[in-house]
Nanobody
Framework: QVQLVESGGDLVQAGASLRLSCVAA????????MGWFRQVPGKEREFVAC????????SYTDSVKGRFTISRDNAKSTMYLQMNNLKPEDTAVYYC???????????????????WGQGTQVTVSS
């Protein structure tokens, strides 16, 4: 069973940067598509970004394009989300996710992912 652990969330001011990390503490996801999602209370979990097993294919939701960068280091079993020019509307709990099935496509729906971390809070003040 895969265990994902996120870190890096914080309280920052608008315009600041943060880097989230997601490590596979148990199991291997080096050949699996991984992604970041976020959720605010009362709303559904929202797709943020994803990348395939080698990072050659990536996808971002429109609201973060040009500000966020997703990457991975399979040697460290870690995925990252570099978030620049943060805005108050980026405030959410951020979750990392991984698919159980090996493959090279990208997937943007939460239902496409099988393993989830516990989440890390990102709060952006205006």
């Amino acid at each position: 069973q895969v265990q994902l652990v996120e870190s890096g969330g914080d309280l920052v001011q608008a315009g600041a940067s943060l880097r989230l990390s997601c490590v596979a503490a148990r199991g291997s996801v080096s050949r699996n598509t991984m992604g970041w999602f976020r959720q605010v209370p009362g709303k559904e979990r929202e797709f943020v970004a994803c990348l395939n097993l080698n990072g050659a294919r990536r996808s971002y939701t429109d609201s973060v394009k040009g500000r966020f960068t997703i990457s991975r280091d399979n040697a460290k079993s870690t995925m990252y989300l570099q978030m620049n020019n943060l805005k108050p509307e980026d405030t959410a709990v951020y979750y990392c996710a991984a698919r159980a099935r090996v493959g090279s496509n990208v997937w943007t729906s939460a239902t496409d992912y099988d393993y989830w971390g516990q989440g890390t809070q990102v709060t952006v003040s205006s």
